[in-house]
């Protein structure tokens, strides 16, 4: 996503921090953890431009006028395949789509005005080329479940899509034929 909003919005820096050493080489080789080759090429057109990998957290929060913190899905330690995550490997296109071409972005804030400061500064830079995007703002935990109830509608959706499609496998109906 960092890599996106850099692309879209040159003018702001974007820093991403992280406590790995691994992970942040990772991201400034040429040889980068990602699966994608259009994610690779925007990565690499914005990093030393407006998009920096960095271990030093100090001088990132002291620099940033804003700050995201992202975290990684959580899995149970019993990875038995009903408890492992969902493997978004084989929707990769269809994610790098939707950060290109999102039809809606949510903001969510504190009820402060440090936080409704963080909304408006937020909603300046969501542009993608001359096409403004809708976004909503809402308060903190209306917008965490509103996340959690979207992700939820896909991971149901992407159960659904399995299902059908191992019901048209042992068939020998054809998936592309449904509609």
């Known amino acids: 996503m960092s890599a996106v909003i850099a692309l879209r919005n040159p003018e702001v820096q974007i820093t ?3 406590i790995s050493g ?3 080489d990772a991201w400034n080789s040429e040889k980068m953890p990602i699966i994608d080759p259009r994610l690779d090429s925007i990565v690499k057109r914005v990093r030393g431009c407006n998009l920096a990998f960095t271990l030093d957290v100090d001088k990132a929060v002291y ?3 804003m700050i995201f913190i992202c975290v990684g899905i959580l899995t ?3 990875r038995t395949e009903k408890d492992m995550a969902l493997d978004m490997s084989s929707v990769d296109v269809a994610t790098i789509d939707d950060l290109l071409n999102p039809d809606r972005i949510l903001i969510g ?3 402060t005005p440090s936080g409704y400061g963080a ?3 937020l909603r300046l830079p969501t542009r993608l080329g001359s096409r403004i ?3 909503f703002a809402q308060i903190f935990w209306s917008s965490e479940l509103s996340k959690l109830a979207t992700n939820a509608l896909l991971a149901q959706r992407i159960s659904s899509m399995n299902a059908i499609s191992a019901i048209c496998e042992a068939t020998g109906a054809s998936v592309s034929e449904l509609s």
């Open 76 to 78: 149970k330690k019993n």
């Open 119 to 121: 909304v408006v500064a």
């Open 109 to 111: 804030s504190l009820e």
């Open 16 to 18: 991403v921090v992280d």
């Open 133 to 135: 995007i809708k976004s």
């Open 22 to 24: 691994t992970r942040i």
């Open 63 to 65: 620099e940033a006028d």
